[in-house]
């Protein structure tokens, strides 16, 4: 049995030159082979013709090249000429499967993407935590659904359509597989290629590792951190996040104001109000305190239905009170109206499963 190369895709700029330094060939081509991969998106070795054919098949016997694939997609209905919601199932060259998400709006076309396949934090509001944790996505993995999912613009609305923002937001706890987000990061920046974005426009999303958030603040990116608080009570955020109880509220409050520091960022708290659960007037009070010392913004979400999860969403006037409270504490905050949540892509409620649609719960 042959072994299983590893996947080229995989490799940084860098760490291609030390490949291509290995084999005695000038750091220029690591540049070359990584804008034929990226850009020109070569599917095998024989494809990158700028390298002669004796360096083709060296690599070849190193490395393969492999990609995801779009498998299916559903889109959420919409009036006139509207571009809709589209959540994807995109699987990986092994057959793992994780779900992707394409999100209109005004002014931007946000790609929603997975870090890991399934999730290990298991919290209480989550579908993706019910799937439990298969593996971490490589680097490869990651940038294969933004290039997927903007191939699929260009397919369907033609060449002016693309990716303007990457939300890692998807299935997984992107801090848990930091090196190969970074370097995914890396590649989807990388101003070599015909499609790069501005690390300002990519969003990591954390539930609050602190350790890792302080290695982010360390390292030398731009991206923007959004942490899922939803809630300032310690109590109450562990029995929403479990994990909560490894980083208490105030170490994590310590680490954001030393990732500001360090990094001029402001940081995004996203607040998913739960009805009867998170969303009394001393939740606000305990969010107020917690958020008025940091760089910060918050931003209120709806919770949204998931099968077997019993949670209901709040009413639109405990949500306008509870938004009133923050802002006259004198906070920055937004509320963020919710797409997909009738093809089951909004915040929460990825699973990666097959089959008919499961409709919401009633409420």
Not at 254 to 262: F, G, I, N, Q, W
Request: contains cysteine.
């Amino acid at each position: 049995m042959q072994p299983i190369l590893p996947n080229i895709k995989d490799l940084t700029r860098t760490g291609l030159r030390e490949v291509v330094s290995s084999l005695g060939e000038p750091a220029y081509r690591a540049s070359q082979i990584h804008q034929w991969l990226f850009s020109h998106r070569s599917a095998n070795m024989d494809d990158i013709t700028i390298l002669s054919l004796a360096l083709r098949r060296r690599l070849s016997s190193l490395y393969a090249v492999r990609e995801a694939t779009l498998d299916e997609h559903r889109e959420e209905s919409v009036a006139g000429p509207e571009m809709p919601t589209t959540k994807f199932l995109v699987s990986m060259p092994d057959g793992q499967s994780v779900e992707s998400v394409l999100i209109p709006s005004a002014n931007r076309i946000t790609a929603c993407i997975s870090s890991q396949a399934g999730c290990p934090l298991n919290c209480t509001f989550c579908a993706t935590g019910r799937m439990g944790f298969r593996r971490n996505l490589s680097p490869g993995e990651i940038t294969d659904q933004v290039f997927l999912l903007n191939d699929f613009l260009a397919e369907r609305y033609g060449e002016t359509k693309k990716i303007t923002n990457v939300v890692f937001m998807g299935m997984g706890e992107p801090l848990l597989n930091m090196t190969n987000v970074l370097d995914a990061v890396q590649t989807l920046t990388d101003q070599h290629y015909r499609f790069s974005l501005p690390q300002r426009k990519i969003t990591l999303s954390t539930v609050g590792l602190t350790p890792e958030i302080r290695l982010l603040g360390e390292a030398s990116v731009k991206t923007k951190l959004a942490v899922s608080l939803h809630a300032a009570i310690q109590e109450k955020r562990e029995s929403m996040i479990p994990v909560a109880r490894d980083y208490p509220l105030d170490e994590l409050k310590r680490a954001l104001s030393e990732y500001s520091r360090k990094t001029g960022q402001q940081v995004t708290l996203v607040y998913m109000l739960l009805d009867g659960i998170n969303d009394s007037p001393e939740d606000a009070r305990a969010l107020a305190k917690f958020a008025k010392s940091l760089f910060c913004k918050i931003n209120l979400i709806d919770y949204n239905a998931i099968v077997n999860i019993k949670f209901k969403p709040v009413y639109a006037g405990t949500r306008e009170l509870f938004m009133r409270s923050l802002l006259d504490s004198g906070l920055q905050v937004t509320v963020r109206k919710s797409q997909g949540a009738t093809i089951d892509a909004a915040c929460g409620q990825l699973a990666a499963e097959r089959g008919p649609h499961i409709p919401e719960e009633p409420y």
